[in-house]
């Protein structure tokens, strides 16, 4: 079957010229390189953004105190800059 096709391709006429057929394969070759450069840069670019999100995350969730509720006490004579200690008025 294999020699039938290969002879009635070999009989026919020629379509295409095969005069830049060696420039044609190198440049064929060359875009897959480079197609295949992109997606590896794309692949690259990805797991660095996807790095730096979850490192960002997880530091950010360490650098937040996990404290229970606390009395907020803005007007407080305990706190050094209270409104008391700034107009003079000193505690006991």
Known sequence: MLDKDLRA???GPVDRSLGTLET???ARLDRQRRRRLQRR???LQSVVI???????????FRAVPT???QELEVFS????LSSAALV???QP
């Not at 004579?77 to 050094?80: L, M, N, S």
């Open 9 to 11: 391709i070999a009989g």
């Open 24 to 26: 044609d394969i190198w």
């Open 41 to 43: 840069v794309l692949v």
């Open 50 to 60: 996807a790095v730096a999100f979850a490192a960002s995350a997880l530091a950010g």
């Open 67 to 69: 404290r229970g509720a």
């Open 77 to 80: 004579a305990r706190v050094a």
């Open 88 to 90: 003079g008025e000193r």
